[in-house]
Structures are given as structure tokens and as C-alpha cells.
């Protein structure tokens, strides 16, 4: 059974208020805007080229969280009951001061993370969104049919497993908690976190099984 | 990287770069696409880069990992401005163009530049 917790996403995105650029981030947009038009650089390349950097860029600091509170039964505790705390504890704050809430998956449910209006994502811990995140397709058809998303992405539930879509917004960013593999008892954080994949963290995947493990 | 000369400190761990925010990402990426394009050498970059850092970290020693990119971007500018490709002036008003186009964009939608601001950095 599938039961999306998103029926009504109008919540957070109906600002009335501006968006900001720093000054710096408008430099940027700046330098890029002239290099395009010039033909100097093609966003498309220059994307590709972001992309394949982006996993530097965050997920290893949301696989460092997730990696401790696999190993420590308090801090997991900590997490679900106030993730940014948790995660500023290690470190990662948003500059945007938007609110962490981490979603644990069990045997009984899944959780899948989307923005049906725009992109939030909450990128301190994650990085950059990938491409497929910010698609219209993907934002549309996680909330309709989530089921149908994950098997795009190999991951096929047991028909018994529930799954929660949450829906992120400019002040509410999720972070998906994964299930420990089996066969990773009495492993150290250090050990655990690379089994934490991008895709695990937002709930189109799952943790890497220990005979996988980079 | 395409060349064997190694850049003043790279901020990074055992698996490359490592970015605080997405502009610094941004900025890394478009030093490296100028360079494929051969706007410059790589050594030609890395002197410009060098000589930003060692103002910047003068002005910001404990500030690292931001001050390093801030030291790519205003490289990567004055470089684009040395080979024609950009103007100072030019820059400064397309930023404040984006920076208007921001504030008039609600949270959370995209920000996008208005046609005319898009048509004048062609000039």
C-alpha cells in the first residue's frame, strides 16, 4: 500500500518574499551568463562537469551522519528528534537556516524524498541535486506513484512495505535515514559510511550491502 | 586535471575537490571548461590563482575554504577580462542584473534573468 503524506504540499512555498543572491553567487550567474552568451561555455557541459563533482560536494557529509547513527543508538535517537541539532553537532549547517528532519526507514515502511514545486534539497548534507531530482517527471510522479519511480531506479519493495513521500520545501529539507545492511554488526562509522549511497539518503535507493562496499 | 601541474592547494580530501556551497562548484567548473576550451594554459591559470591567494589570504587567513574560491572567482574574471572575453563593467552590471532578478523571484522558484539583461552581455 502506498501512502503519500503529500496530499497538500502548498506549505512553505507560497512566500511572498524575494529570493536572495550573495554577492558572490551573483558573480558567478554574472561570469557565466557572459561565457554562455558568448559561446565560451555550454551550460549543459558545464552541468555535466558540476555533476561529476557533486558527489565531493555533500553526500559524504549526510553518509557521515547517517553512518553514526547507525553506530550510536543515542545520537540516532538525537537525529530523529531534532536533525538539525544532530547534524550541527557534526558540523553541517544550512545557510539558508532551513529545518533538517530525518526519516528512518524500517522493515514496515520507506521513505522517499521530493520537491514537487521546485528543487529544495537540503544541500549541506547532500550536495548538489542531481539532474533527475530537479526533472518534472521525477517531482510529479514520486508523489502519484512512487512505486513506479523506485523500480526505474532497481528498487523493487516487497508489496508489504509502506511508502512515505515527503515533500521538501524552501524551510523543511528531509533526510531519508537507510536501514543498516546485514552483515555490518560491529563495524566502525568509519567503516559503515561509505555503504551510504546519494540515493539511499534521498529513498530512490538503498545502503550498499557489505560485498559491494567501495 | 589535464596537466601534471598541481594547483596552490586545492581544497580536497582523498576522492578530489571538495565544495561549501554550489557557486564554488560552479566557479571550479568553469575554470576548468576555459581552460579545455584553451582560453588559457594551466600554468598561466595557476599563477593568476596563486597571485589572488596570496592577497586573499592575507585579508582572510581562517577562512579557507571560501576564501580560496572567492581568490578562483576573481581569477577566473580577471583572466576572462585580460583576453577580451569579458569587461569589468560589464560583469558588475549583469551581477547586479541577477541580484535584481533574485529579489523579484519568490523562494524556492527559479531565478532567471530577464531577456534584455541576458541580450547585453553579448555586447
Known sequence: ?214 | MTSGIELPELPRDADGPVFAEPWQAQAFAMAVLLHERGLFTWPEWAEALAAELAVETEAAPADHGTAYYRSWLTALERLCITRGVATSGGLARLAMAWQAAAEATPHGRPIVLPPEAQSAAKQ
Request: proline share 8%; glycine share 8%; with cysteine.
Open chain 1, 1 to 214: 500500500m502506498t501512502t503519500p503524506q503529500a496530499a497538500a504540499h502548498n506549505h512553505g512555498h507560497d512566500h511572498d518574499h524575494g529570493s536572495s543572491l550573495s554577492p558572490i553567487e551573483a558573480r558567478v550567474r554574472a561570469l557565466e551568463t557572459i561565457l554562455t552568451e558568448k559561446g565560451y561555455v555550454d551550460p549543459a557541459a558545464l552541468d555535466r562537469l558540476i555533476e561529476t563533482y557533486e558527489t565531493r560536494i555533500g553526500p559524504r557529509n549526510g553518509a557521515r551522519v547517517v553512518a553514526r547513527a547507525w553506530h550510536d543508538p543515542d545520537y540516532r535517537k538525537r537525529l530523529l528528534a531534532d536533525a538539525t541539532a544532530a547534524i550541527a553537532e557534526l558540523g553541517f549547517t544550512g545557510r539558508q537556516g532551513e529545518h533538517m528532519v530525518a526519516v528512518a526507514n524500517t522493515a514496515e515502511v520507506h521513505n522517499l524524498v521530493v520537491c514537487t514545486l521546485c528543487s529544495c534539497y537540503p544541500w549541506p548534507v547532500l550536495g548538489l541535486p542531481p539532474v533527475w531530482y530537479k526533472s518534472a517527471p521525477y517531482r510529479s510522479r514520486a508523489v502519484l506513484d512512487p512505486r513506479s519511480i523506485l523500480a526505474e531506479f532497481g528498487l523493487i519493495l516487497p508489496p508489504g512495505k509502506a511508502i512515505r513521500v515527503w515533500d521538501s520545501t524552501a524551510e523543511i529539507r528531509y533526510l531519508v535515514l537507510p536501514e543498516r545492511p546485514a552483515g555490518t554488526e560491529g563495524w566502525s562509522e568509519e567503516r559503515l559510511a561509505p555503504l551510504v549511497t546519494r540515493d539511499s539518503m534521498i529513498g530512490t535507493g538503498l545502503a550498499l550491502d557489505p560485498a559491494d562496499a567501495p
